[in-house]
């Protein structure tokens, strides 16, 4: 009987095991039962998903990356970029696939868009700016065009004028020529036409436009003496008075100088500072604009004149009685002299009106 007992306890125990064994085997191949049929995937781009390329750019592959399971999958992904052609312009896609262990199919789809971006080149032949002298005929240069993609004989040109070059009228004459090919992209450059002032001279007196020049190119003959001009010294006499009314004192320093007058200054002060130094802030003889008569020094002859109240006023107030500041700030490269707060050139109240709202000095004013 005990045996009979024993030998039941032990089938008991038996099927125990053997359940336990079933129902762990039924989890575990639950388990990968489901990791086959329904896997854990991760697939995903690399890069951007929509890639735009320039036209005859290289196109650099970024690939994918995939996990199966928790696994890496990258060794297994296919790459299928049979239908790109980044040599012409168009919308491609390139497929990208895995094939799980179930034997279903993952795919990415990246769509790479061709597209011609690049903007036209066009040069100028021929120099830019071109100066031409005054009455002079023009004839445009032309230009060269290309393109990344169109043939340049196919290529949009369109030239424009800001107005009819005229070379009996001095001035700056702008020519705008712009590109564009069958993309749309579009570039444009512009060409300067300067057209020198014209230049009189008479009994050795330079005029341009009218304007009569002294500097340290254009010069006065030795015999030319005409005193202070009238008109000039009266229209700084009003000025003078004005700026009193308000307590400044333009007090007068110089203004006519004759030739003869000039050189001994000049030749004093080379003796003094040398001829560099000297000719940075005095004319040499026929060179003064003090011989036209038409150019004084008033306030101070002092670096520091154009920082003072005084100073400050002449400088925004000098063209309403038709004065410049002749030699201005900055400007000793175009002058040839350093910067003089004191020295006024009269030009009449239109022109140095003109002059004084360009920021320009005389020389470039007038382009000279």
């Not at 799980?100 to 199919?105: R, S």
């Not at 065009?145 to 702008?174: A, F, W």
């Not at 038709?322 to 002058?335: A, E, L, M, N, S």
């Amino acid at each position: 009987m005990e045996k009979e007992k024993k030998g039941k306890k032990i089938w008991k125990y038996l099927i125990i095991i053997l359940l336990i064994l079933l129902v762990i085997s039924l989890i575990i191949g639950g388990y990968f039962l489901k990791l086959y049929l329904y896997p854990t995937v991760s697939f995903s781009l690399k890069g951007e998903e929509k890639y735009l390329l320039s036209y005859g750019d290289k196109y650099e592959e970024a690939g994918a990356e995939a996990k199966v399971n928790g696994k890496d999958y990258n060794n297994k992904i296919k790459i299928d970029d049979s239908k790109v052609k980044i040599d012409e312009l168009g919308e491609y896609k390139i497929n990208y696939s895995i094939t799980l262990p179930n034997g279903k199919q993952e795919n990415l789809e990246r769509i790479i868009k061709v597209v011609d971006d690049i903007k036209p080149e066009i040069k100028l032949k021929g120099d830019n700016p071109i100066k031409i002298s005054y009455g002079s005929t023009f004839t445009e240069p032309g230009y060269e065009v290309s393109d990344n993609y169109d043939e340049s004989d196919t290529l949009k040109v369109e030239v424009t004028y800001d107005r009819t070059i005229n070379t009996k009228e001095s001035g700056t004459y702008q020519i705008t020529y712009t590109v564009t090919d069958s993309n749309h992209n579009s570039n444009s450059i512009v060409r300067e036409v300067i057209v020198s002032p014209r230049i009189v001279v008479i009994n050795g007196i330079t005029y341009v436009e009218g304007i009569l020049i002294v500097n340290k190119k254009y010069s006065l003959p030795a015999n030319y003496n005409p005193g202070e001009n009238k008109e000039a010294a009266n229209q700084l006499y009003l000025m003078r008075m004005e700026a009193a009314k308000y307590g400044y004192d333009l007090r007068y320093c110089s203004g006519f100088r004759s030739y003869n007058y000039q050189t001994n200054l000049y030749n004093n002060y080379v003796k003094k500072y040398g001829q560099a130094m000297t000719d940075t802030f005095s004319a040499k003889p026929g060179h003064s604009e003090h011989q036209t008569g038409l150019a004084f020094d008033i306030g101070a002859i002092d670096d520091n004149f154009g920082d003072t109240e005084t100073g400050k006023w002449l400088a925004i107030n000098a063209h309403k009685y038709g004065f410049i500041i002749r030699y201005p700030k900055g400007k000793q490269d175009v002058t040839g002299y350093k910067y003089e707060p004191w020295h006024v050139r009269y030009l009449g109240v239109e022109l140095a009106t003109k002059v004084y709202k360009s920021g320009l000095t005389l020389e470039e004013y007038l382009n000279i």
